[in-house]
């Protein structure tokens, strides 16, 4: 598979960087999505995309399986990615030729583009920090449609992940802290499936009414 871009920061560039995000008035999704209409290629780049176990369930393919693809198309507002799979890390899975709704953060740009006038590094750094946020900081309440996420709750969480990571913060907290995280994203995951299933039950009843 091609080498990817790879970036190396400081607690503090990270902090710097997420607080230019943060900087305006939206929500957490729309401060986003305004930073990667500037920064990230809207068409023609290729990446590597390293499915998640939702996608990888999908496809029936073995988790963890990588894609080579080359982006047609980004959703700023949703910050996904339409794709068209070039090729798979193992030759027995096969994938759909196009996959729609591909999550940025799952996307690494790699360093040779077949486009040479693609600026693959910018947008590879760009969803870099997009993925420390979804994967480090975030939580499931900042994507509320009238959340917006002040600067100083951002100082905050990249203090406690910083006190969880350099050991000023006991383990047994630290896990204790991450447990609590991941079951409140889990919940929220739950609840976006039970509304998904709500909503298709109740077209399908509408349907069926005439």
């Not at 990667?36 to 393919?61: I, N, T």
Request: glycine residues 2%; charged residues 25%.
């Amino acid at each position: 598979m091609p080498a990817v871009f790879t970036f190396t920061r400081s607690d503090s560039e990270i902090l710097q960087e997420l607080l230019r995000v943060f900087s305006g008035r939206g929500t957490a999704r729309e401060q986003w999505s305004l930073q990667a209409e500037l920064l990230v290629e809207p068409v023609g780049w290729d990446a590597l995309w390293k499915l998640s176990k939702k996608f990888c369930r999908k496809f029936e393919a073995r988790f963890p399986c990588i894609a080579y693809v080359s982006v047609t198309s980004v959703d700023f507002e949703t910050l996904t990615a339409c794709v068209d799979v070039l090729s798979v890390q193992h030759e027995a899975v096969s994938l759909p030729e196009m996959v729609e709704d591909v999550p940025l953060i799952e996307l690494w740009p790699t360093v040779k583009q077949r486009e040479m006038c693609v600026n693959a590094a910018t947008t590879a750094e760009f969803i870099d920090l997009l993925r420390f946020y979804y994967n480090d900081i975030w939580m499931p309440w900042d994507d509320q449609d009238d959340k917006v996420l002040l600067p100083n709750t951002i100082e905050d969480r990249m203090s406690l992940w910083s006190d969880m990571h350099n050991g000023s913060i006991p383990h047994y907290v630290a896990r204790a802290i991450t447990l609590f995280r991941n079951s409140a994203i889990n919940a929220h995951e739950k609840l976006k499936e039970l509304d998904s299933s709500l909503c298709e039950s109740g077209l399908a009843d509408e349907d069926g009414k005439y």
